[in-house]
Nanobody, 122 residues
Framework: QVQLVESGGGLAQIGGSLRLSCAAS????????MGWFRHAPGKEREPVAF????????RYADSVKGRFTISRDRDKNTVYLQMNSLKPEDTAVYYC???????????????WGQGTLVTVSS
């Protein structure tokens, strides 16, 4: 079992930045790929960004490419999502996930965090 604890959500201005963190603990936590999904009100849940366990590979949704950067600290079993140039459409609950790396999807989630709310407003 792997536990995921997110932090770093909150309120940001349009064009601003936030950094999300997700700390993983539990058996074999460090051997899984990790990443982020988000779920906005009235929309379907969507993948955001993923990184494999090494970390050598990343995947980004087209909507965040060039603005978001995912990174991973293997020593701390923590993944980060640096979000820059935030837009109102980035407003969502962001969920940390871990699971098997998938060449097409990024991560096939097995474990989910509780979610952290990001609100982008003027």
């Amino acid at each position: 079992q792997v536990q995921l604890v997110e932090s770093g959500g909150g309120l940001a201005q349009i064009g601003g930045s936030l950094r999300l963190s997700c700390a993983a603990s539990g058996r074999s936590a460090g051997s899984y790929a990790m990443g982020w999904f988000r779920h906005a009100p009235g929309k379907e849940r969507e993948p955001v960004a993923f990184v494999n366990w090494r970390p050598t590979n990343t995947r980004y949704a087209d909507s965040v490419k060039g603005r978001f950067t995912i990174s991973r600290d293997r020593d701390k079993n923590t993944v980060y999502l640096q979000m820059n140039s935030l837009k109102p459409e980035d407003t969502a609950v962001y969920y940390c996930v871990s699971g098997a790396w998938d060449l097409r999807l990024g991560v096939r989630p097995t474990y989910w965090g509780q979610g952290t709310l990001v609100t982008v407003s003027s």
